[in-house]
């Protein structure tokens, strides 16, 4: 993970001299120093924490467990994935409808709950949302391609 | 004196009547229920209210607005404590302690504590506020960029020890959080930096919100399902009468930390450009340090509850100043009520406390009030708090994932910022099973924008001379206070350490 | 300057043919459109500066007057100086749900930032709602400047040590600062503060040695004796300070403004740009609008809406161009 963690920091320094990285005579360091200097700390720390793991000084290092068991990985794989599945439905078919199905496969599938407590969640969590954001708070949540859909609300709402 | 307390008089009676007393308590409730939706903070209910309130006279509506203000900022612990999800970055500090409170069965304690410190806060403060209002102001006038920059530097100096023990994993954590935080437009050469792949939604930099609510909220969970396997778990908490006495007398194990952090966040929030983000991590960083017990905070302290909720109240009317004298917000918050002021015909400024008296009183009047308000609607509902740490994980967490993902998306409305809270979840949660600490990356992500500013400001009036962060004398004082705080522990460990040795033993 | 002559003459002809086809439509058409959903109101800065101010006075005027049968949502874009905000009206191409509300960045931003590749000249101009105006200012303390002159003097004795505070590179007022760097030959030092508000208490404070700042930021300052403006960067004197002399009276051909201006995205439908022309025009002919103007010592004389408007921002892009190259960009940027 360190060694990850170092390239990033890597690539992090080569982003940052994009911009002015050395000290400008008379106005201090340039726009890219900040985050430059902090990146190549940043490689320092990580090379550390190598040389750490080398000598075996963290228990992390000691520690002959995987750093995953597969069981721990399906369930936050899991968890992860039924997120990504959320967001990736709010872009294509907007966030209530998204909501609607995260809360059926989440509580039906994940939880094995009864049909009542699921359905009432999924039917009531997406109105709960909308009236605290739309109407209440006056966000508007991002509805895709559902957006006429929406149209009758608004009438409702705030009359014709 | 004699007239400031007439003034005062004439102020409690006005916020006393009936309307701006019902714009306290519908303000206070609201405030309550926005700072405890996660990535809702006192800013979007304050923006939102803000026309409404054009439909009654400016005293009732800035009474309604500070109403807001303060229930937002107790709000914000309610989730931070309960859900352990920050509710705003005010109350981040409140999540440390507060968490692990709640997940040994004490939540009620722990929200009593934030309740009790938050009125604590709030009341020094408006007393100080009251008293002091006039030199207060001259005195944030004397600080320039050298000076901010020097408190900046006492701010990271209180976290000292707030990481674990992996220094190179700490200090990672810490430089981490403040590349992130360079993301976005460089404020002084005005050049777009570390676009990545040149998405739109890094302009506008990496919200503080978005890693927050990332590693507290997602982060959290997945950790909390490792831990559990997905086992399914109850915090037990009865509320009962006896508790809430037990709760009660509680109250004098913080609250010397508590009066501490109030004036310390008082002081902070006055100064333009700090606000009560950095006064509640300060507050909760000396508190630790000056611990009889330091090693129980981040482990369910209910001192390093009380102290972040004392010092952001505090540092909430702190902030005030600055905007009724100098017309300067000293948060984002008082940005929108600044605005407000402006929209309604009041000019904040110099003569404001001359020319609308009966304006700037009856909001003072009204800050005693909204506070006594709040402590009393907050301790009616612990009750009902506390139910939601009863429900079943698997109803509960896609309820977090839910509000994190609405809460990720609120701030900035971009879906772009809920993917990244997304990724800095998973990331967060790998990191920590190495061990990373992950606090210190929050703390550097909402400090970091402030100090490189604050230090190229200092050093573009300079001409690159570092030496006058120590020849100016308010920051010559903050940066030896720093230096201090920095060898403090180390003192300390030299005295401990036959005893911490005799405990590594042990464990 | 080829490339901005092509581009006028792209965006004139759709211009032409709108402006055609609209004569004697315009009312009909107005019972036609209204909103269906909610009208984004997007704010190209952060919250609690003068565009937001405007843009939440606006909102609130709308409900308060019924004016809208749905409600107008200001949301903050300030990103990149403006960028994302332009970037996100431009990708809005065609919607009539989406407003923009603008100070000069609309202009700046895209000639500084080549890369966002933003021609704002395409987008559909509704309506211009104020200018506001610049004065130089200094600290009341500074007895030995009393003019422009002793003040050039002052800064010629200084040099690089005369600190200005600003609200950032590619903003108005340094723009300002370095147009003044270029008449008068000499170099400052300036930097940048988070927002109008912040400087002018740096100025107050002693921080910075002069400001350029509306007259709203400083105007209390002013009020209580602890600053002083010098000079105006406008056509005539205004009228909150009737004993400031112009740049202009001093043989210095200097004037600049904001503008405060309503825009829609590319390809906004007419109807619906219509409805909005109306909608602001009725916001800007209010008392409670006119009021705030002459409190915050904004200009809202002149209301200048639809294709007036396209042409006024066609105007002041050519003069962000020629001003930005004149002194170059790099003056403004600072590196």
């Known amino acids: 993970m360190a060694v990850l963690l170092a390239l990033c920091s890597i690539g992090l320094m080569f982003k940052s001299a994009e911009l002015r990285i050395g000290w400008v005579p008379d106005r201090g360091p340039g726009s890219g120093a900040w985050p430059f200097w902090l990146s190549a700390g940043m490689l320092l720390c990580c090379l550390a924490t190598i040389w750490r793991w080398f000598r075996g000084v963290t228990p992390e290092s000691r520690n002959l467990e995987p750093y995953m068991p597969r069981e721990t990985a399906m369930i936050v794989g899991i968890s992860a994935g039924s997120i990504v599945f959320l967001l990736v439905i709010t872009h294509l078919l907007g966030i209530y409808v998204a909501l609607f199905l995260f809360l059926l496969f989440y509580l039906k599938f994940i939880g094995h709950h009864g049909w009542p407590l699921t359905i009432s969640m999924m039917i009531g969590v997406p109105i709960f949302v909308f009236c605290l954001f739309e109407w209440a708070l006056k966000i508007p949540l991002p509805k895709s391609i559902t957006e006429p859909m929406f149209y009758p609300i608004y009438d409702l709402m705030y009359g014709v | ?507 | 300057m080829t490339n901005v002559l092509s581009k006028i003459k792209r965006t004139a002809i759709p211009a032409v043919v709108a402006a055609a086809t609209s004569l004697g439509v315009s009312a009909p058409a107005m019972a036609e459109w209204s909103p269906k959903k909610p009208i984004e109101l997007i704010i190209m800065a952060g919250a609690g500066g003068g565009a937001d101010q405007i843009a939440r006075l606006l909102q609130g005027l709308i409900e308060k007057k019924k004016l809208s049968p749905r409600p107008v949502i200001p949301i903050n874009k300030p990103g990149g100086s403006g960028a994302e905000a332009l970037r996100y009206i431009q990708d809005k191409e065609g919607d009539d749900h989406t407003i923009l509300v603008t100070l000069n960045s609309f202009y700046t931003t895209p000639v500084i930032q080549q890369g966002i590749g933003v021609d704002v000249s395409n987008f559909t101009p509704i309506g211009r709602m104020a200018i506001d105006n610049f004065l130089l200012w200094v600290n009341s303390g500074r007895d030995d400047i009393t003019d422009l002159d002793s003040y050039v003097a002052a800064v010629k004795a200084a040099g690089t040590g005369w600190k200005v505070g600003g609200t950032g590179t590619g903003q108005e007022d340094s723009i300002l600062t370095a147009m003044m760097e270029k008449e008068f030959g000499y170099d400052v030092t300036y930097i940048p503060f988070p927002g109008g508000g912040t400087v002018a208490k740096n100025l107050v404070g002693n921080h910075v040695d002069s400001t350029v700042n509306n007259p709203a930021e400083q105007n209390e300052f002013f009020r209580a004796g602890e600053t002083k403006p010098l000079v105006q960067f406008t056509a005539e004197r205004l009228p909150a300070y009737p004993d400031v002399p112009t740049a202009n009276e001093l043989g210095v051909n200097m004037e600049y403004y904001m503008q405060r201006s309503i825009n829609g995205p590319p390809g906004m439908s007419k109807e619906a740009q219509d409805w909005y022309i109306n909608l602001f025009k009725t916001l800007f002919d209010s008392e409670e609008w006119q009021t705030f103007c002459t409190d915050d010592g904004l200009a809202c004389d002149q209301w200048l809406a639809g294709d007036d408007l396209g042409a006024y921002h066609t105007q002041q892009i050519a003069l962000h161009k020629e001003l930005i190259e004149s002194v170059g960009a790099t003056a403004i940027t600072g590196e």
């Open chain 2, 1 to 507: 004196m004699e007239e400031i307390l007439l003034h005062l008089a004439g102020g409690l009676t006005e916020a006393m009547q009936p309307l701006n007393f019902m714009m306290i308590v519908i303000g206070c409730a609201l405030g309550l229920l926005i700072g405890a939706m996660p990535g809702l903070g006192s800013v979007n209910g304050v923006a939102i209210l803000l026309p409404i309130t054009f439909l009654v006279p400016p005293t009732s509506a800035i009474i309604f607005l500070a109403a807001i203000y303060y229930g937002a900022m107790y709000g914000g612990a309610i989730s931070s404590i309960t859900l352990g999800i920050p509710g705003a970055s005010t109350a981040v500090a409140t999540v440390f302690d507060g968490r692990p409170l709640a997940q040994a069965g004490q939540a009620d304690r722990a929200l009593t504590a934030a309740a009790v410190a938050s009125f604590v806060g709030g009341t020094i403060s408006v007393v100080l506020f009251t008293l002091f209002a006039p030199p207060l102001a001259a005195f944030a006038l004397k600080f320039g960029p050298q000076e901010e920059f020097a408190l900046m530097v006492l701010a990271f100096a209180t976290f000292i020890g707030l990481g674990g023990d992996d220094i190179p994993k700490t200090v990672f954590s810490i430089l981490i959080g403040l590349v992130l935080a360079a993301v976005g437009l460089d404020i002084i050469s005005g050049q777009p930096r570390l676009i990545f792949g040149d998405i739109d939604g890094f302009l506008h930099g990496i919200n503080f919100l978005v890693l927050a609510i990332g590693i507290y909220g997602i982060g959290e969970m997945l950790w909390t399902l490792e831990t559990t396997q997905g086992e399914v778990v109850v915090h037990k908490v009865q509320v009962s009468v006896d508790r809430m006495k037990a709760n009660f007398k509680d109250i004098k194990n913080y609250i010397m930390t508590t009066s501490l952090g109030s004036v310390l966040g008082y002081f902070v929030g006055t100064l333009p450009a700090a606000g009560a983000t950095p006064a509640s991590l300060m507050s909760y960083g000396l508190a630790k340090t000056f611990s009889k017990n330091p090693d129980s905070f981040g482990k369910g302290n209910v001192a390093g509850v009380a102290a972040p909720e004392a010092a952001n109240n505090a540092a909430s009317t702190g902030s005030m100043l600055p905007m009724i004298t100098l017309g300067i917000p000293g948060s984002p918050t008082t940005a929108i009520l600044l605005g407000g002021m402006i929209i309604w015909g009041l000019r904040p400024g110099p003569l404001l406390f001359s020319e609308n008296p009966e304006f700037v009183w009856g909001l003072i009047g009204s800050l005693y009030i909204a506070n006594f308000m709040t402590l009393v609607i907050n301790l009616a509902f612990i009750p009902l708090f506390v139910k939601i740490l009863t429900l079943p994980f698997t109803i509960l967490a896609p309820i977090i994932y839910i509000l994190c993902v609405v809460g990720g998306y609120a701030p900035t409305q971009t879906m772009h910022d809920v993917w990244l809270m997304l990724l800095f979840g998973v990331v967060g949660y790998l990191l920590r099973k190495l061990n990373y600490p992950v606090a210190p990356a929050v703390l550097a992500i909402v400090l970091g924008p402030l100090a490189e500013r604050s230090l190229r400001q200092s050093l573009l009036a300079s001409h690159g001379d570092m030496s006058v962060f120590v020849t100016r004398p308010i920051s010559a004082v903050c940066i030896i206070i720093a230096l201090l705080l920095v060898c403090y522990p180390m003192i300390q460990k030299f005295t401990r350490k036959g005893s911490r040795a005799v405990a590594a033993g042990q464990g």
